[in-house]
């Protein structure tokens, strides 16, 4: 999916909200003619559907009332049905929202300012537990006319958001450094209900890394925004700034107006 949406420059990405999209929505109230992009993890699907189609209603009364749209890639804790292009812009699955998209994997956004890549899905560290994740959460290859039609069509991705993030961002979880100990603790303690998933993490980050090192070397990526770690953190890597969003945190960029 590609999204025309060059009338947007105030661009404000947003954390995991976990449950928390309406009290999120209340705080839009304050911005006008603004562009959220949520970083996923809001756990649609874990409501009935009748709540969440009303849940959508209210939202875009009030998005639509401050001229405010709001963009929600997929999170490990979401369901993929509800990612899937059905038609245009619509999100068919849940409610026809003109100012609320859920955008499929490997979406992009054109903004005023930037052109905006969008990369859905992660594994789940607790996955052993079969009622907390979805089949196919993960994070997918691109298609393979992917590079090609970026290529052909000359687009200047600069900023990429995802949830979750490259192998050398943080959290550093596959240090073997005395010191890296501490942020891979949880993942060593997952790995004894499943022997599979610090392998099937690792790979998933270094897929992400080879997109971004893909990516930047012909483009020059100017900012990376994750979540799914639930920690506020930022590092610069080559020329690119990599920044990790908490909970419900909201980060604008300082360079959009």
């Not at 009622?131 to 196919?136: D, E, I, S, T, V």
């Not at 959460?137 to 490259?166: C, G, L, R, W």
């Not at 930047?216 to 990790?244: C, E, L, M, P, R």
């Amino acid at each position: 999916m590609e999204l025309t949406l060059t009338e947007y420059s105030n661009i404000i990405y947003v954390g995991d909200l976990h449950g928390e999209f309406n009290e999120f929505v209340q705080s839009t109230k304050d911005c006008t003619n603004s562009l959220y992009i949520l970083t996923g993890d809001l756990e649609l699907g874990r409501k009935k559907r009748e709540t969440e189609i009303d849940d959508f209603s209210k939202a875009e009364y009030i998005l639509a009332s401050n001229n405010n749209y709001v963009i929600i890639i997929r999170g490990n804790n979401d369901n993929p049905a509800y990612f899937k292009k059905k038609s245009g812009y619509r999100n068919d699955v849940l409610y026809d929202s003109p100012h609320i998209i859920l955008v499929p994997d490997y979406s992009i956004i054109y903004t005023k300012n930037h052109t905006i890549l969008c990369i859905g899905g992660a594994y789940s560290i607790n996955r052993w537990n079969k009622n907390n994740w979805y089949k196919n959460e993960q994070v997918t290859k691109p298609i393979a006319s992917f590079y090609e039609n970026i290529e052909k069509n000359n687009i200047h991705i600069d900023i990429v958001v995802s949830h979750t993030a490259p192998l050398f961002c943080p959290p550093i979880e596959f240090s073997t450094k005395p010191k890296k100990q501490a942020s891979i603790s949880l993942l060593n303690s997952m790995s004894i209900f499943d022997k599979n998933i610090k392998n099937d993490i690792y790979k998933e980050r270094l897929l992400l890394k080879g997109i971004y090192e893909k990516l930047n070397n012909k483009y020059k990526i100017q900012k990376w925004v994750y979540g799914h770690f639930h920690a506020s953190n930022a590092i610069q890597y080559n020329k690119t700034k990599f920044i990790s969003l908490n909970l419900r945190e909201q980060y604008k960029n300082e360079n959009e107006n």
